[in-house]
């Protein structure tokens, strides 16, 4: 199983999401989890490195929902560690 950590501003935007939003994410998370297992991503989940942050990853959710991501240092042997760096609408990527 990963492990993840969110940034401030992850926790911030997340607060600002309506119950449906947050719901939505939990849904495309548990997908996000499943592939991270199998080391490719489904089409649906759109994800993909954003070309203005190396390093950082986008993650696509219900139509115009972004979240961004990085990996992080392992923290259990052999999982992933995940750090949750914003969530939200397009807008977000001018500060991933």
Same mark, same amino acid.
């Given at each position: 199983?990963?492990?993840?950590?969110?940034?401030?501003?992850?926790?911030a935007d997340h607060?600002?999401?309506?119950?449906?939003?947050?719901?939505?994410?939990?849904?495309?998370?548990?997908?996000?989890?499943?592939?991270?297992?199998? !080391?490719?991503?489904?089409? *649906?989940?759109?994800?993909?490195?954003? #070309?203005? =942050? /190396?390093?950082?990853?986008?993650?696509?959710?219900?139509?115009? !929902?972004?979240?961004?991501? *990085?990996?992080?240092?392992?923290?259990? #042997?052999? =999982? /992933?560690?995940?750090?949750?760096?914003?969530?939200?609408?397009?807008?977000?990527?001018?500060?991933?």
């Amino acid at each position: 199983m990963p492990t993840y950590e969110a940034t401030p501003r992850f926790t911030a935007d997340h607060r600002r999401l309506t119950p449906a939003q947050r719901r939505r994410f939990r849904q495309a998370v548990t997908a996000f989890i499943d592939d991270l297992h199998t !080391g490719t991503f489904r089409a *649906s989940l759109r994800v993909k490195g954003l #070309r203005s =942050a /190396p390093g950082v990853f986008e993650l696509t959710w219900d139509g115009d !929902g972004r979240a961004t991501w *990085s990996y992080g240092p392992e923290i259990v #042997r052999g =999982a /992933p560690h995940i750090i949750w760096r914003r969530i939200g609408t397009h807008a977000i990527l001018t500060g991933p």
